[in-house]
């Protein structure tokens, strides 16, 4: 779909408009005519224009009545009401012929937002810091959404043009040339897409087609149409859209945002069909390819194989896991965070995946979730910190702003340690004290009018009565851009080196791959995880209590070496920079300081000798 360069260096357009009697392209340099499109089957239009200059702007004119961008422009230089622009996504010359992307097993994401990421706000300003993301030891920088939003300012869920790269990011080229450094520097790609719903402004969509559908409300409004009359050709825009980010850009995996917003009660459902299709295209390409869901459904169907009846996705995120720490660290119980505390639904969640599996929730006043007992740990992406968690907070106060020194160590080690896929929120690593609140530069003003009023009422179950910042304001914007040189400063700096030490700890005993992995809580605040590998074993102590815990641990019999110790004077803590546990066969108790993680390694006797 949209304008697609031929071999022959023509141009051939492609629009799905069953709702339009009459199609043509209209230029918009002033001295080319109007190009009438040819009706096809299923309500498509099609032409192909030859000597057409490069970069050049056009519109589709509909019934000789409206003039409106490509619904599956790759450029609208001139934002979501302008005309969209020639681009030729394919001519790009790429030096990644070499890359065939990360496994999820070994896989460390790291989200960042580009607009605030830099003062510049662009892809190219990216490529510099790639060289430290690679140097701190993650293997993969995912994006939040760049597809085409209203103005200069925005999360990027209001996108309305998935397949065009933000105008005010640097558009088609920049990206390009970003995706091929980071490549370049080992780094994979991941981009967040939104196929739940499109935003409100510059959304034209419903002049062409049913696109949406009235059968389904979601909290944005009418539900993509994935399952009623016209949606086959619904279903081809949004995976071809996907198939497109990840050949024309070298995406390396997607996530796919809010899939509970997806409502396709057809028997194929397309999460199933759009996983098909990615697998074919990552056998073509020779390449990893990844869909990573976002789903509050607890729904094993997501991950399981079509042969257990599921989507066969590649993993999701859990907010179980990041409600249970957040909870266990900030002792919130307002809103979602009513359904845990205590060290249960944590320990739960390490050993299956997620906390909610058919048991009551407080919080949705109903049972919530079934078990992904057997789904292997690597298809569930954890985190202490994202997007989400932080930005809809009523002022943006990412963990650092609301927890002390030592319970940001012990929220790194849980979240490094574990043997999910982690996830860290750009800044994260050094302890960014910036908020990360909500912003947008709309220009209709009732809109703008409605998203502060529903700010505003959105955190009323959290109690949260401070003042809402203005999302439109341009200062709510700039507020959120990151302070890169406070890792420079204490203690950032140790934060920041703890968060390298730990994924090299990660990476060296390769944390990721299936092993056996025992769970056990301590008390009503510390959790045991045990892992057992060739004979070597692993233990790791998370103490998230005011208060010193003495654990009681018979499995630990013999000797045994500190790998980490968050409360050591190493990482700015109280405590010695033990070596080993020479007692550990005697007593079998290990004294565990108040928010802090242990994490020994058993010395077999050659080590000993």
Known sequence: MGATRLPDGSWEFLLWAPHARSVSVSFQNG????????????????????DLPSASRYFYRID?????????????????????????????????????????????FYELHVGTYTSAGTFDALIEHLPALRDLGVTTVELMPIAQFPGPRNWGY???????????????DSLHRLVDAAHGHGLAVALDVVYNHLGPEGNYLSVFGPYFTDRYRTPWGEAVNFDSSGSDEVRRFFIENALYWLEDYHFDALRLDAIHGIFDFSARHVLAELKSAVAHLSTRVGRQLHLIAESDLNDSRILRGSDKGGYGLDAQWSDDFHHAVHTLLTQEKLGYFADFGGIEPLASTLRDGWYYRGQHSEYRNRKHGDSPRGVSAEHFVVCN???????NRALGERLAALVDFESQKLAAGITLLSPFVPLLFMGEEYGETAPFQYFTSHGDPELVAAVSRGRREEFASFGWQESVPDPQDEATFTRSRLHHDQKNHEPHRTLFRLYQHLIAIRQKYQLGVPAQWTVREIGNCAVLLLRNSGGNG????????EFPVVAELPELSGEWKVLIHSAAKTWMGTAEDSVSFRDLAASSQLRILPRSFLMIEQQTEKEIE
């Open 31 to 50: 001295s080319l005519p109007r190009l009438p499109m040819e009706s096809l089957p299923n309500g498509y239009h099609h032409a192909i224009a030859e």
């Open 64 to 108: 000789d009545e409206r003039e409106l961008p490509d619904p599956a422009s790759r450029f609208q230089p001139e934002g979501v009401h302008g005309p969209s622009q020639l681009i030729d996504t394919r001519s790009f010359r790429w030096s990644d012929q070499d890359w065939k992307g990360v496994a999820l097993r070994s896989s460390i």
């Open 158 to 172: 209001d996108g309305v043009y998935p397949f065009a790269p933000q105008n005010s990011y640097g558009g088609p």
């Open 385 to 391: 910190q994202n997007h989400d968690q932080v930005g």
């Open 538 to 545: 692993l233990a790791t102590i998370f103490n998230f209590a």
